[in-house]
């Protein structure tokens, strides 16, 4: 596609509960990577994907985090047993190599209830 | 990865440019500089990239003196949908380990 696409954009879930959240990078791009920012905060690094190598995962806040990238493309961030603090925005950037400048989607926003 | 100092917020008028500055005193040799641009509930988004002395754009210039120790985003003749939080990130072009660490940014708001 045109752009980077992050589904669902908005999640609603209760405490304790699993959620997964999608990105689908631009085509062609081989870095991939996930952010998280929290109101009115700066950009957390989380995890980072570059073509078969293993993945950067030094940002995951807890074990509760995973992700995968499944075929050098779509990408799948899960998040066991929530808990409020994991409230925030999810962002998800690719681009064409480390180089390049990354673009973004536009977030998923996840509220933990 | 070299840490970056920015002012936490800046205020500006219309038509004004606009000046941000980045202190990066330890970047090294094969970092380049790469400035963000984001809207409220939206992904930052990439303006502008350089190695050193000035790139220009469409949308903004970036100064980069001799020594590399700082750089300059000028935004010229800003407008009310300038307002944003502007990021300057220094990152090595030449490693795998391609992630870019988000510091607070500038706020940079825009008055009429």
């Known amino acids: 596609g045109a752009g980077v696409s992050q589904s669902p954009s908005n999640k609603v879930t209760e405490k304790g509960k699993d959620v997964e959240l999608r990105c689908d990078p631009i085509?062609?791009?081989?870095?991939l990577y996930w952010y998280r920012q929290s109101l009115g905060q700066g950009l957390e690094f989380l995890i980072y994907?570059?073509?078969?190598?293993?993945?950067?995962k030094s940002g995951l806040p807890s074990d509760r985090f995973s992700a995968e990238r499944t075929g050098g493309s779509v990408s799948t961030l899960t998040i066991q047993r929530t808990q409020q603090e994991d409230s925030a925005v999810y962002l998800c950037?690719?681009?064409?190599?480390?180089?390049?400048?990354?673009?973004f989607g536009s977030g998923t926003r996840l509220t933990i209830v | 990865l070299a840490k970056t100092t920015q002012p936490i917020s800046m205020d500006s008028y219309e038509g004004q440019e606009v000046n941000i500055t980045c202190s990066h005193n330890?970047?090294?040799?094969?970092?380049?500089i790469t400035w963000y641009q984001q809207f409220p509930s939206q992904g930052p988004r990439f303006i502008i990239q350089?190695?050193?002395t000035k790139v220009t754009n469409e949308v903004a210039s970036l100064f980069i003196p001799a020594d590399r120790k700082s750089s300059t985003l000028s935004l010229p003749r800003v407008s009310l949908s300038d307002t944003a939080v502007y990021y300057c990130?220094?990152?090595?072009?030449?490693?795998?380990?391609?992630?870019?660490?988000f510091g607070q940014g500038t706020t940079l708001q825009v008055k009429p």
């Open positions: 330890n970047i090294a040799t094969n970092d380049y």
């Open positions: 350089g190695y050193k």
């Open positions: 994907f570059q073509g078969n190598s293993a993945p950067d």
């Open positions: 085509s062609g791009h081989t870095a």
């Open positions: 990130l220094v990152g090595d072009a030449s490693s795998n380990t391609g992630k870019l660490i």
């Open positions: 950037a690719s681009s064409r190599d480390t180089f390049y400048g990354y673009t």
